[in-house]
């Protein structure tokens, strides 16, 4: 009877203390999986073309599609059923160093600019006033 009992106390033992470590390490897991303060490093995520006011300024009524893609770049996209309309559109996910630097996130198209053509040539520019005021 007293070796069952002693086999019945070291079973007993192995599981508790295996169950134990199980949820020691479930416990660590849950808890570190969300800290920030693990992270090494997230990188800056921007998408689409930065645009600043000055850039827009050099742009004229009468320049043709060429000019403007040397003075801004190409569009984020080109509508095929407005195809006499460029479309530039910003958004920024700042990372580590955009944090650490004070950069603001950029979300859901605040930064846009929409570029208007008749006849190939530039006829208005729409969004101006959303865009930021930055030195080159």
Not at 20 to 38: E, K, N, P
Not at 70 to 95: H, M, V
Request: glycine share 8%; charged share 20%.
């Amino acid at each position: 009877m007293k070796l069952v009992l002693t086999m019945i106390n070291s079973l007993v033992y192995k599981k508790s203390r295996s169950l134990l470590a199980t949820l020691a390490l479930t416990s660590m897991i849950s808890l570190t999986s969300g800290c920030s303060w693990l992270r090494v490093y997230t990188i800056d995520i921007p998408q689409g073309t930065p645009i600043s006011q000055e850039q827009v300024n050099k742009i004229k009524v009468g320049m043709n599609k060429s000019q403007v893609i040397y003075l801004i770049g190409s569009p984020a996209f080109k509508d095929t059923l407005t195809p006499n309309r460029w479309d530039y559109i910003y958004t920024y996910k700042a990372g580590t160093f955009g944090k650490r630097d004070g950069k603001l996130d950029v979300h859901g198209g605040q930064q846009y600019l929409h570029v208007y053509f008749t006849n190939n040539k530039v006829s208005h520019i729409e969004g101006t006033d959303t865009l930021p005021i930055r030195k080159e």
